[in-house]
């Protein structure tokens, strides 16, 4: 938490002491960690908050960094869902394929927050434009100010071409795909009052690099996929393509029927591929 916010906390407290306060104000501290706090800020464990000097109040925030506490809940959160995601995103875009991510819920500054990520991919998206950017924060669209979100930042910090689409230095991949990131918190820190960008914390930009680069192996694998489909059905055209060549130069080295040939080389270009399935196997 930030040291302003602990010494507003304590202005408005009801405790009677020190422990009291940070049993009773703060989520899932208890006595024995309460007492740890007020011995590594050097604070009498029966002083009133509200007596507390400028410097016990700078020790008990650092105090409190240092002191191991539970995770606060996170049952508070609303998150969209992985298939109300994916669905909603390919419809938007009218894309071809797409993928959605929901990371564990984790902790900034001492508030649960959750981050999820939709990909899309194909369809009607463009191939050679900029990727389109969807921000959402509780379930609200942001429509402006996106060079300044943390959503953003972790979009151009990702390496999008270990997935298989372009990008420039600190710009936005080039491909057909469409971004979504929702942010969930029971505290969005907007950079400015107009609520349309979310403040850089390390923490939540980590969380939501995690949550695009996992989405973007799953569409990675789906490209790679296609692409060996498409070379494999080209491999099969050509080969079709001259089967009645084939054909007619095996029946005159062997004194076959070339139409029962034609027949059996069809019927194996029909059948599995041993090598198709091994890699499919290992994919």
């Known amino acids: 938490m930030e040291l302003g916010i602990l010494r507003r906390m304590i ?22 960690s309460a007492l740890q706090i007020v011995k590594l800020a050097r604070i009498p464990q029966s002083k009133k908050p509200k007596e507390l000097t400028p410097e016990e109040i700078e020790r008990m925030h650092k105090a409190i960094q240092q002191v191991r506490l539970i995770a606060p809940p996170t049952d508070c959160l609303s998150p969209l869902g992985d298939k109300l995601l994916a669905e909603g995103l390919k419809k938007q875009t009218e894309a071809e394929f797409s993928v959605a991510v929901t990371r564990p819920p984790s902790v900034y500054r001492g508030n649960p927050f959750l981050i999820e990520v939709g990909l899309a991919f194909g369809g009607k998206l463009a191939p050679d434009q900029t990727a389109q950017l969807y921000r959402f924060s509780n379930k609200v669209p942001l429509l402006y100010n996106q060079g300044e979100c943390a959503t953003t930042e972790a979009v151009v910090e990702t390496d999008w071409r270990r997935y298989g689409f372009s990008q420039s230095n600190n710009q936005l991949p080039i491909g057909q795909l469409a971004i979504l990131i929702h942010f969930a918190s029971v505290w969005v820190p907007y950079t400015s009052e107009g609520k349309q960008a979310i403040a850089k914390y390390p923490e939540i930009t980590k969380e939501i690099k995690l949550a695009l680069q996992e989405a973007g192996r799953k569409i990675a694998t789906y490209v790679r996929k296609q692409a060996h489909l ?42 599995p591929n041993i090598l198709q399935k091994k890699e499919d196997e290992n994919e």
């Open 11 to 32: 202005l408005y407290t009801k405790a009677r002491n020190t422990v009291g306060f940070l049993i009773s104000d703060f989520s899932r501290v208890g006595k024995k």
């Open 230 to 271: 498409r070379a494999q059905a080209q491999r099969t055209g050509l080969f079709e393509k001259y089967i009645p060549e084939i054909a007619n130069a095996i029946a005159k080295l062997t004194e076959s029927n070339p139409e029962k040939l034609r027949k059996d080389l069809n019927e194996i270009l029909k059948k």
